[in-house]
């Protein structure tokens, strides 16, 4: 069984999403760990109420990128942690961190890569600028994460219907209900069961 750390920022119904799964979809890993660095998130909450150890991480307290990752990586070692799952976790990681688990970080993006993706390009501003371009489809994928913002391997993708009159809220959880919450459990999964699980 893989221990998996999921990193979250805000209301983690994606963190929910593999809650969920564990012991159906996802039965190769297990979530060790919670880590959030937005003090007051939702998907601590979340955690607790599964009983998953979560710890607190900002770059304020840390004082700089480096020693923020640093203490994720002390975190992650600590917890035994073998696969990291960012799910929703809106701040960006060096390579600093990244080199240290390659193919062993994923992440989930609300749109369809290389569409609204980098820099930029988190949460309802996503699917703000997917109305704004005028698509008729959008989607999520799931990917490793590298040292290239949103640009390492993709490991699944689906497509989701913009439809008339939607809002970047209602965009959003079409998305999350669709396409989000359905495959980052697959995904997790996945890369779980090829370590071997
Ligand atoms: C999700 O839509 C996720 O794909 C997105 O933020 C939302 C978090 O929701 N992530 C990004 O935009 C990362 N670039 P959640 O906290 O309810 O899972």
Known sequence: MRRIAVLVSGGGTNLQALIDAQGSVLCS??????????????????AKNAGIATEMVTKK?????????????????????????????????????????PNRIINV???LIPSFCG?????????QAALDYGVKVTGATVHFVNEVCDGGQIIAQKAVPVLEGDTPEVLQH??????????????????????GG
């Not at 760990?33 to 998907?43: E, K, M, R």
């Not at 820099?119 to 699917?127: N, P, S, T």
């Open 174 to 195: 079409r998305v999350m209900e669709q396409a989000e919450w359905i495959l980052l459990p697959q995904a997790a999964e996945a890369v779980c069961a090829a370590l």
């Open 61 to 101: 307290d840390c004082g700089s990128q480096v020693a923020f990752e640093d203490r994720l990586l002390q975190l992650l070692q600590k917890h035994e942690i073998d696969v990291i799952v960012l799910a929703g976790f809106m701040t960006i990681l060096t390579e600093h961190f990244t080199g240290k688990y």
């Open 109 to 111: 993006h609300p749109s």
């Open 29 to 46: 890993g297990k979530i060790a760990l919670v880590i959030s660095n937005v003090p007051g998130a939702y998907a601590l909450e979340r």
């Open 119 to 127: 820099e930029g390009f988190y949460g309802l501003r996503v699917h």
